[in-house]
């Protein structure tokens, strides 16, 4: 196929929005590229000149094939060691800017989403993320439309349970992520106790790989306390802020205990969650910055 052809098709061009529709239903970059993959070669083989809506045809092959992934996904994370939490990204300023996708994958949405169903979590994520018509996702998941929106409200209250009470700006995020850095890195307790919500939770993935704890973390003095040794246990380490999954993150390098990248979920000016993902099987997509569409 030519560079003009490829150019000029409906794939490569909603690329990027593929992407990111099958990393919102799996979590997992890696699996959402091998999704993509498969949709290409469907595409291949179809016969355009029956496809009316490529950008719906092509949506509803990811969704299909991301759902089929994310029901054997969800049977080896019953199996994983210790916490699950999603694939990180590195990703475009131009994310940020979109309030409402830097809020859909974002850690601490994301993780939410791993507690739907399947069902509940293509539909949420084409409904909520994407503004498809509920007929259009009712074709694409093999539901009828009736019973889509109903799936669509359950899953809706679900989320809207779970999820951050506000929005932060960006400037926001980095000035409570610039505290908690100088608290972390020079050992202060009273300095993390106040950037910390009283009712704090860390979780932690390591897979078994890396040393991490298995077990959510709850309060605020029992985080501080796991945290404030970090100056004297590492060695050698480096602490960078980046983007991350549409908002701050922070990268920490140690010689010994190998790269973290922290997300953190924050409410009020403190941090009510932290994210510690140490799983370096899953820190394969930070090197270069990753094109999100809705």
């Known amino acids: 196929m030519s560079a003009t052809a490829l150019g000029d098709d409906p794939f490569v061009a909603h690329r990027s929005l593929l992407f990111t529709v099958a990393y919102e239903m799996l979590g997992s970059a890696a699996d959402a590229e091998d999704v993509v993959q498969e949709a290409w070669l469907r595409w291949a083989e179809v016969d355009r000149a029956t496809v009316r809506d490529a950008r719906a045809y092509l949506v509803r092959v990811v969704t299909r094939q991301a759902l089929n992934r994310l029901r054997t996904l969800s049977r080896r994370r019953e199996e994983y060691v210790g916490e699950w939490l999603p694939e990180p990204l590195l990703t475009a300023p131009d994310v940020a800017e979109d309030v409402e996708l830097a809020e859909s994958v974002s850690i601490a949405m994301l993780t939410v989403l791993e507690s739907l169903t399947p069902t509940e979590r293509a539909v949420f994520v084409l409904r909520e993320v994407f503004d498809l018509p509920h007929d259009e996702i009712a074709e694409a998941v093999g539901k009828t439309s009736a019973a889509v929106r109903q799936i669509s409200s359950r899953a809706r209250n679900h989320v809207d349970a779970r999820r951050p009470r506000m929005q932060v700006s960006r400037r926001e995020q980095r000035e409570v992520v610039d505290r908690f850095i100088a608290a972390v890195t020079t050992g202060d307790l009273q300095g993390l106790l106040d950037v910390l919500a009283p009712d704090v939770v860390l979780l932690a993935d390591g897979g078994g790989v890396a ?84």
């Open 211 to 294: 040393n991490a704890v298995r077990m959510p973390i709850i309060g605020a003095k029992k985080v501080a306390n796991l945290l404030r040794p970090f100056p004297r246990v590492s060695v050698n380490p480096t602490v960078d802020v980046f983007a991350l999954n549409g908002g701050v993150g922070v990268r920490i390098d140690d010689e010994v205990g190998g790269p973290t990248i922290v997300s953190v979920e924050i409410v009020a000016g403190r941090i009510t969650r932290i994210f510690a993902m140490r799983n370096p099987e899953k820190l394969g997509w930070l090197d270069e910055a990753t094109e999100l569409r809705r």
